[in-house]
């Protein structure tokens, strides 16, 4: 044998000096849910290690995560149901929790990037992202909707505004309303491949936002798919996005794969609520090595092609690799 591949791998050093890909702190962002009110610090049964946090408490959160070296957050709000309607006006009202806190949260740590949640449905009696008329979701009357509420996000100082509703031209129409009141520093990370996917469930529960009825098959996309997620990405980046993103994550690494090879913009991929559970139950149970597979999971995902991983195992990751 002249070709023996083992040589490469008979040192750590050089196991190190021939590796591929890395995968740090700064690629995660970390998915955070909110709540009105204060001392709230309420674990969600379906997704354990993960909470429903007052703005007191996740102040102390970040504040800690910072310390570890991430600094990127993405913010969900669990709204209360009297608080929601058909048209989610709660999502742009003066008084609403989650603006109040971005700007916080923004004053406190001009350090810490914080991304938002656009779509109707924490907000929305229907539970669906879009509005609901006579059972269908209508496109273009979610529109002005989505941008209300991105430039009430903006005005709170969001940094990066993101889109996860899947409304056919919501990206250009969000950027254009956002440039018009003179936000054009604030990104828009385009959930582009967003699958109709079973892997959302725990993160249903932590908003109480699960659609009442119907599914959301008409505007996300079939698992089945991939070259439609060509499509996707290629309006939403002509359309202005400045990330493109492929949720879920794990159980989608060709399509990461795919949209690295073909885009012309950063790459970020969800590693939702569902993948990141069944990774908790299995290490409860002691059937796996936690440390370890979540450090080859989210590296699986560098591989395939993504910049930067939204991950609810992102505090952990960056606690043991400060260790
Ligand atoms: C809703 C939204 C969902 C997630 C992020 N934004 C759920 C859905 O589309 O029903 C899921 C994230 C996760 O499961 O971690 N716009």
Known sequence: MVIRPRRNRKHAAIRDMVQENFLSVEHLIYPMFLTDGSGIKEEISSLPRNY????????????????????????????????????????????????????????RFPEAILMSDVAMDPYSSDGHDGFVQDGKILNDETLPILAKMSIAQAQAGIDIIGPSDMMDGRVGYIREALDLEGFTDVSIMAYSAKYASAFYGPFRDALNSAPKSGDKK????????????????????????????????????????????????????????????????????????????????????????????????AKDFATFSNK
């Open 52 to 107: 429903r946090w007052s703005l007191d408490l996740m102040l102390k959160e970040i504040e800690s995560s910072l310390s570890l070296g991430l600094n990127k957050f993405v913010l969900f709000p669990a709204v209360s149901d009297e608080l929601k309607d058909q048209t989610a006006t709660y999502s742009y009202a003066a008084e609403n929790f989650y603006l109040h806190a971005i700007r916080a949260i923004k004053e």
């Open 218 to 313: 008409t505007y996300q996309m079939n698992p089945a798919n991939k070259r439609e997620a060509l499509l996707e990405a290629s309006l939403d980046m002509e359309e202005g996005a400045d990330f493109i993103m492929v949720k879920p994550a794990l159980a989608y690494l060709d399509v990461i794969h795919l949209l690295k090879e073909h885009s012309t913009v950063p790459i970020t991929a969800y590693n939702v609520s569902g993948e990141c559970a069944m990774v908790y139950a299995a290490a409860e149970k002691g059937w796996i090595n936690y440390e370890a597979i979540v450090s080859e999971i989210l590296m699986s995902m560098r591989r395939a092609g993504a910049d930067g991983i939204l991950t609810y195992f």
